[in-house]
């Protein structure tokens, strides 16, 4: 009898060991290391996972479709770039700073609404409206959280990152499409030249100020090439000869790869400035127009034509109904709907993109081959899958 109960225990210790070699074999991998504990971001409808329908509550369905299965405060049909960036960090979605309810900053806070500038919105120089949460607001927006989390650290607020956050984070600005593109129409490509020097120039003065308050690692996105945008192809003024064999439109497209040199070469500048942080360029310009030109290599269908619009034909844009809404025209209620198959897409809406387009911009981004200077995130994070 004492044998057997020896036996028994013993038996039941092996059974526990295998168990346990087991379970530590099975178990996920919670020693996943980043050493980015949080991502600020600073920017327009590209990346605002709800900061402008937080203040101006008004979102539609189709928005949010694929992923969120219902508006999600982005302005696509599932994720964003910044999104992405997000999972493969291993940290989760940033809640908008202006977003009351519901919010989490203890990995950061996303401080882009839709339509935002980086200029100060100067009324007569833009058609279209503008958000009042210009890159200057968010940057007294980023003051605000900072000076926040450091008088209320010792009160332990459940919501609020740890006052060291700030060296560790990701700082990423996706911003300048709607200076560039706001007054296309009025001033045209030269008038906007204008003042693309100044438009830069913010961007790395933002940066800097970031710096002070202990920031190291800006990750600056260029401007994608809005020649091949539906929107801007039914809206903006051009020749037929201005359009290229891909269908985009040579002078609009042509006026973003100055831009984005000139940035490329204010970041450059900058570096010098703050030699110990990192300051890093990111040509998304390359893999959305790698997209646009190339749908079909990329398991896509669809370029230069929208999913989520009014009207059909080449680009499934009217810019008199926006996706989601419904407009009486003519007598008849018209509604601006979106396909079946936005993953065909690269345009979700005639100016944002889908979330496939994103997942493939995200994708080559993480894998670093479009930074300049080289930057590789591995180094820094155990990189997440982003299915
Ligand atoms: C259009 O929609 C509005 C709001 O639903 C409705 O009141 C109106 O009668 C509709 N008009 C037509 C012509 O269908
Ligand atoms: C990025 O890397 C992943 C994993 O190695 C790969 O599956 C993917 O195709 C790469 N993307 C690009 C755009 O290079």
């Given at each position: 009898?004492?044998?057997?109960?020896?036996k028994?225990?013993?038996s039941l210790r092996q059974n526990f060991l295998?168990?346990?070699?087991?379970?530590?074999?099975?178990?996920?991998?919670?020693?996943a290391k980043c050493d980015f504990k949080a991502i600020?971001?600073?920017?327009d409808s590209n990346s605002d996972t709800g900061?402008?329908?937080?203040?101006f509550p008004a979102e539609r369905p189709p928005n949010g479709m694929t992923y969120f299965k219902k508006p999600a405060g982005r302005a696509t049909d599932g994720r964003l770039i910044i999104d992405f960036l997000a999972q493969a960090l291993g940290l989760p979605f940033l809640s908008p700073y202006l977003q009351s309810i519901g919010s989490d900053y203890r990995h950061g806070a996303n401080f882009a609404t839709l339509a935002s500038t980086v200029r100060l919105p100067h009324t007569s120089l833009f058609v279209t409206g503008v958000s009042p949460f210009s890159l200057a607001?968010?940057?007294?927006?980023?003051k605000q959280f900072k000076a926040k989390v450091d008088e209320l650290h010792s009160s332990g607020k459940a919501n609020l990152p740890p006052?060291?956050?700030?060296?560790?984070?990701?700082?990423?600005?996706?911003?300048?499409?709607n200076d560039f593109t706001g007054s296309l129409a009025s001033l045209g490509i030269n008038g906007v030249k204008q003042f693309l020097p100044e438009v830069v120039s913010q961007i790395a003065s933002t940066i800097k100020e970031i710096y002070a308050l202990g920031g190291r690692t800006f990750l600056v996105l260029n401007l994608a090439p809005i020649g091949c945008y539906p929107a801007f192809l039914v809206e903006l003024p051009h020749s037929v000869s201005d359009i290229d064999s891909?269908?985009?439109?040579?002078?609009?497209?042509?006026?973003?790869a100055d831009y984005n040199s000139m940035l490329k070469e204010a970041l450059r500048e900058t570096r010098k400035d703050i030699p110990d942080a990192n300051v890093i360029y990111a040509d998304i310009h390359s893999v959305m127009l790698e997209l646009f030109q190339h749908p079909s290599s990329h398991g896509m269908k669809y370029g230069t034509k929208a999913c989520c619009g009014y009207g059909g034909g080449a680009y499934n844009f009217n810019p008199q109904v926006f996706c989601g809404n419904t407009k009486l025209i003519n007598g008849h209620n018209l509604t601006a709907t979106a396909c079946s198959d936005p993953h065909n897409y690269v345009s979700w809406d005639g100016i944002h993109a889908t979330e496939a387009a994103n997942k493939l911009v995200a994708d080559a981004m993480i894998n670093g081959s479009y930074f300049d200077p080289p930057f590789s995130l591995h180094k820094f994070c155990d990189i997440q899958p982003i299915g």
């Open positions: 009898m004492k044998l057997e109960a020896r028994v225990r013993s295998v168990f346990a070699l087991f379970m530590a074999i099975l178990a996920p991998r919670n020693d600020f971001n600073f920017g900061g402008f329908w937080a203040a607001i968010q940057l007294n927006q980023m006052p060291n956050i700030f060296g560790k984070s990701l700082y990423t600005f996706y911003i300048g499409q891909f269908g985009c439109m040579i002078s609009y497209n042509r006026a973003v």
